[in-house]
Nanobody, 119 residues
């Protein structure tokens, strides 16, 4: 049973930083892509970026490029989302998810963690 557990959300002032973690368990993830998404109230879920577990550079949506950074720790089976220069419009529930490298859709999802950015 694959489990993804996010942590690290909270309340931060505009301009601040947060680092989210996504701890993965239940299988080996070598052939998987780990992605980060967010969903704000009343809005559709938004893709933020992803990283291939077995290697390679992460890639990002234009909306967060330059402010958000995805990294991973293979030994801890954990993926991170470092968020800098946060804005009130970054307020959302943040999710990590995984899919096979050749799959179209993300199959496994975490429960989400709330990020609130105050102005």
């Amino acid at each position: 049973q694959v489990q993804l557990v996010e942590s690290g959300g909270g309340l931060v002032q505009a301009g601040g930083s947060l680092r989210l973690s996504c701890a993965a368990s239940g299988r080996t993830f070598g052939g998987y892509v780990m992605g980060w998404f967010r969903q704000a109230p009343g809005k559709e879920r938004e893709f933020l970026g992803a990283i291939v577990w077995s290697g390679g550079d992460p890639y990002y949506a234009d909306s967060v490029k330059g402010r958000f950074t995805i990294s991973k720790d293979n030994a801890k089976n954990t993926v991170y989302l470092q968020m800098n220069s946060l804005k009130p419009e970054d307020t959302a529930v943040y999710y990590c998810a995984s899919r096979g490298v050749f799959a179209k859709d993300y199959r496994y999802w975490g429960q989400g963690t709330q990020v609130t950015v105050s102005s």
